[in-house]
């Protein structure tokens, strides 16, 4: 800053003034939507997203809201959202291999609209 001119030196100052703007306060979440919009229902779902742990008693299983009846093996063990079955997934898990493909389009021979999605994207 030895050679710079008086501007050079009030712009710093000026950007030294700027507030501090905490950006994981701005950042969107599920978790952070649920808990600001108090979201109760579906019990499961909400439960799950949040990272609770599943009731611990049947007395806790019925102040929940889960549907259902409680399950002892489940009783402290953390609640997660069950993964969805797509294609992306079985790629991923069982690699991109030509046996992997002819599972899929022999599922998806059954949906003739899903068979053409499926070789559109495998196409581009």
Known sequence: MLGSDATDIQKYMKMEERPVVDKKQSEFSLKKMIKRLHIKEPAQHVLAILGKRYPGDPKAFSRSGLSGVWDRERAGQRMKLKQPDT?????????????????????????????????????C
């Open 87 to 123: 294609w992306e997934r079985t790629l991923s898990q069982e690699g991109n291999k030509a046996s992997t493909w002819e599972k899929l389009i022999g599922i998806v021979k059954r949906n003739h609209t899903q068979a053409f999605r499926y070789t559109r994207i495998n196409i």
